[in-house]
C-alpha cells in the first residue's frame, strides 16, 4: 500500500496496543487513521505472549480498563469474523502464607469494591477445580471467575481487520525514522516510505517506544527484560477449560494450551535486555533459550504440578518485554511535546490491558484529556531523572523482581537511593530519620526514639513505625514540629496576562491582591479534578508583569506543570519549575508562632500575617517565602527557603524552639494528621473522576464570579442538582482494623462505594476512611446521616460511624490563631 500524503492520526507499531488504539479511534471517533509497522503485525513481543488476562489492579481506573478489555474480546470475533481464542477460564491465585491470606482478603475485598466478583476458596475446593494440583501447602486461594486467557496474535489481527472495516489504514513494512517538527509539535512523520503530514502521533512501539520518542525529544522511561516460559506436551488429565493459575508464592503462573501447559515466572534475579536502542530487525524473533535462568521456575512448578515433570517441553520462548520503574505502564500526553500520546511499557500484560488501553488512550488523543482517573499509567508521573537509563534499568528490575512478592502496605523501592536529598538529608538521618522516596527524593517518613532500630518493619498489620508516629503526631498537636517539604513542586508563572491566563485555569478566584494565597482545583471539561493546588500572588515584577508563585505536591510535579502549561491562553504568560531553587520548612503546631517570632524580626502576629497570607520575611539572614497555610489543621506556615539557606533556617528554627521541644516530624504522621483535620489528597479522595462538589469543595470553586474557566460548564450544570456521589468520612473504633484504601462502604447493609484513603488518627484515636457515598438518585445530608454503616476491612465487615465534619476540630484553628 502507498503512504498517504496526510492523515489526522498517524499510530506507530502493530502490536495489540497500536492495533487496538487505531481500531478505538476509527470506530469511535471516525478519525482518519493511518497504522505504521515496521515489520509485520504482532511481530514485536505480541506474538510470543502467553495470553492469560487478569483484570484485577489495585487501581480502580485500571481495573475498569482491563475489565472493558475482556468485554471487548468476548464480542470481537462476532464484529470483525476472526476469532480472538478468548475462553474466560477464570483464574486461581494460591495462597501459602499467612501474610498473603490477608493480602488476598483484601483483594478480594478491592475485586467487591470495583464491582467484581472474587471469592476466597479451600485447598479441596481448589483440587476440585484443578485435580493435577498438588495442594497440601495451601492456606487457600481467590477465585476471579471472569478472568480468562487468549490468543495474543488473533486478537491483535481481528483489531487490526476491526480497524480497516472502520476505515482506518494499516501498512506494513514501513519503519518511522524522525518527525517534522514546529517547536514542540509534530508536524509530520518521516518514514522509510516517505512523510505523512499529520495532527497527532500515538507512539505504540512497544519496546521500541523509547527509541522513537526520543525521535521527538520525549522520554518512555522503559526496559526491555528477558521474560521466559516454556510450552509443554499434553499433559494427562488437564481439563481444556483449566482455569489460569498464579501460584506467587512460588513466582510461576499457569495456562491450558491445546492439552498442554503453558508455565512461566517471574524470578527475583531478572535479565535485563540492552540498555542501549533495540535493534529495528527484530521481527518474529526470540533469545536463546536459557534453562539454567529458567530452572528456578521448573522445580517450584514441579512441587506444584507434579504431572509436569513427566511432560516434554516443545517449546521455550525467551522473548523481550517492556518493564517500567513501578509496574505499571505509561500512557497519555507526552509532556515534552504538543501532540504525541504514547502507550507503551505494558509489563507483561499488554493482552489484558490492549483492548482497553486502546480505548482510554483513542479517547485522550481525540479530547485531549483522559476520559476517566488513570494517574497510576499517566506518562506525566514521571520526570528528568527517568531519562537516566542506568537508573530505570535498576529500579524496573527491582519492580520485576517484586511481581510476585506479597504487597505491604507502605513498602518502598530500595533501588536507585538516595537520588535526589534536601540539604537537610544528613541533619535528619542524624536524628534517625527513616527515608521513603518520592519521584527520586528522599523524605523522612518517621523517626526512630533512640533505642528503636531506624527502619521499616513491614507487615500486614500495624507496624514498628506506628507508635512513634504516634508520638510525632501528639506533638504536632500538642506543642510544634518541622517537616522538611523540600521535595514539593514548585513553579513560578509571570507575565502581563498571568493573572488573566490563571483565571482561566483556576476554579477558585486567584486574581486577588499581591500577598494573597489561594487553594484551588484545576478542573477538566467534565468538572473533574486534574491538579490540587496553592496559588501564592507574589508583588508585580518591575515592569509591572503578574508573578505567582504556585506550590503542589511532590509527585505531581510534571503533571501539573503540563496541564498548566497546556491549558493557559494565549498571551503574555510563561510557567518555569523552580522545584529546586526553594527548600520548605513547614513549621506546624500551637508553639509555631512563639518559635517563629524568635527568628525574625518580622511582625508574625495574626493581626500583621493572617491565615491564607504569603510574606517575605527574613530568617537567619535569608530571605524567606513564608506561607500561612497549614495541611495539618494547626496554626503554621510554610516557609520557603533558597535552597542553600535551608540547613542554617533549619538550625535556627531548631535552637529557637528548644524550649517548645521542637522536633522534625515525618510524612507518616503528617498523613495521619491530615486526615483527622479531613483535608483532601489528589491522586486518592481527589480526581480527574470527581468535582469538586462531590468532593465537598464547593467553596473553592468562583461559580458566583462571570469568569469563564475550565469545567465551568460542567460544575454549573451539576450545580444545584442531587449530587450522585459525595466525599465523606468514616471512623472505626476496633484497633484491629487495619485500612489501607479500597475497603467497601456498606450503608443499611448495601454497598454503596468503597474508601479513596484509610490511616489512623491519633487524636481521635480511631482508624479513618474517606470514601464516596454512592446513590443514583441523589446523595443528600439526610441521606448521609440516616444510615447505618458498616466498612468491608479485608472481607471482614466493622461497623463504622459517618463524620460529616471534619473529625478534628477547625474552631481550635481559631481559637488558636
Ligand atoms: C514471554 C512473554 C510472555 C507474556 N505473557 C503475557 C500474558 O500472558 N498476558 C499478557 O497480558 N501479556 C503478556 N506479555 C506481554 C505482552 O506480550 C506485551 O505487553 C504486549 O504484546 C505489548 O504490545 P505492544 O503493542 O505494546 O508491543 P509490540 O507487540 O512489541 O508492538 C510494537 C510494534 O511497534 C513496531 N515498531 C517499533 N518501532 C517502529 C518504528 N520505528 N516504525 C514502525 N513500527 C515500529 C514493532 O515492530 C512492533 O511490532 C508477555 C510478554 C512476554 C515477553
Redesign the pocket.
Known sequence: MTLPSHAQIVV????????STAYHLARDHRADVVL???????????????????QLRSSAGVTRVLKYSVDLYKGLAAETGLETGWKMTGCLRLATNADRWTDYRRLATTARSFGMEMHLISPAEVKRMWPLMEVSDLVGASWLPTDG?AS?SDI?QSLAKGARMHGAKIVEG????GFGMTGDRIVSVK?SGGEIACEAVVN??????R??GALAGINVPLQPV????IVTERVEGLAADAPTLRDPDRRT?F?EEVGGL?M?GYEPNPQAWTTGDVP?D??FRLFDDDFDHFEQHMGQAIARVPALAGAGVKQM??????FTPDGN?ILGAAPECANMFV????????????GGAGWVLADWVINGEAPLDLWTVDIRRFAEMHRDRRWVCDRTLEAYGKHYTVGFPHEEYESGRPRIVSPLYERLKRRRAVFGSKLGWERPNWFAPEGVEPRDLYSMGRQNWFPHVGEEHAHVREAVGVFDQSSFAKYEVTGRDAARALEHVCANRVDRAPGRLTYTQLLNSRGGIECDLTVARLAPDKQGGDRFYIVTGTGFRTHDAAWIAEHLPAGDVAIRDITEDWGVLSLMGPKAREVLAKVTPADVSNAAFPFGHVREITIAGAEVRALRVTYVGELGWELHVPLDATGAVFDALMAAGAPEGIRPIGYRALESLRLEKGYRAWSSDITPNDTPFEAELGWAVKLGSNTDFIGRAALQAQAGRPLAKRLACFTIADPEAVLVGRETILRNGQPVGYLTSGGYGYTVGHSIGYGYVRNSEGVSDDYLASGAYELVVANERFPAQIALRPLYDPENLKVKA
Not at 506507530?12 to 492495533?19: F, L, N, Q, R, S
Not at 505504521?36 to 487478569?54: D, F, I
Not at 514501513?174 to 525514522?177: K, P
Request: proline residues 3%; charged residues 10%.
Open positions: 506507530i507499531g502493530g502490536g495489540i496496543i497500536g492495533c505504521l509497522e515496521q515489520g509485520r503485525l504482532t511481530s514485536g513481543s505480541t506474538w510470543h505472549a502467553a495470553g492469560l488476562v487478569g486467557q495474543p491483535t514501513v519503519r518511522v525514522t518514514t505504540c512501539a512497544g519496546q521500541w517506544a527509541q522513537v528477558k521474560h521466559q516460559y503462573y495456562k503453558v512461566g529495528d527484530w521481527e520462548i525467551n522473548g523481550p518485554e517492556s505502564f502507550g507503551a511499557g505494558f509489563n507483561a500484560f499488554g493482552i489484558a490491558s490492549g
